[in-house]
């Protein structure tokens, strides 16, 4: 099992930067996917960004491509989600995962952080 805490959330306006991250410990941390998904009230859990193990391999959902970065660091069992230009439909609540397969099917990961609150005013 790996255990991840997710931190950087907050108020941000419109076209504001914010840094996710997302620390692990636990199970090998760097043999795996990780992955960002993200919740708006009254809405399903959404994919948003992928990073393979290595962090050659990453895959973003339309919605924020060319906006966001996702990265790792595994001699820091740390993943990050750089977001830039945002935008009011980015406010959610935000999660990291960790799957042993590269997907962006919510239910193929494993372990969930306990999420942290993104919010962009217009």
């Known amino acids: 099992q790996v255990q991840l805490v997710e931190s950087g959330g907050g108020l941000v306006q419109t076209g504001g930067s914010l840094r996710l991250s997302c620390a692990a410990s636990g199970r090998t941390f760097s043999r795996n996917t990780m992955g960002w998904f993200r919740q708006a009230p009254g809405k399903e859990r959404e994919f948003v960004a992928a990073i393979g193990w290595g962090g050659g391999t990453t895959y973003y959902a339309d919605s924020v491509k060319g906006r966001f970065t996702i990265s790792r660091v595994n001699a820091k069992n740390t993943m990050y989600l750089q977001m830039n230009g945002l935008k009011p439909e980015d406010t959610a609540v935000y999660y990291c995962?960790?799957?042993?397969?590269?997907?962006?099917?919510?239910?193929?990961?494993?372990?969930w952080g306990q999420g942290t609150q993104v919010t962009v005013s217009s």
């Open positions: 995962a960790h799957s042993s397969v590269f997907t962006t099917t919510p239910r193929l990961y494993e372990s």
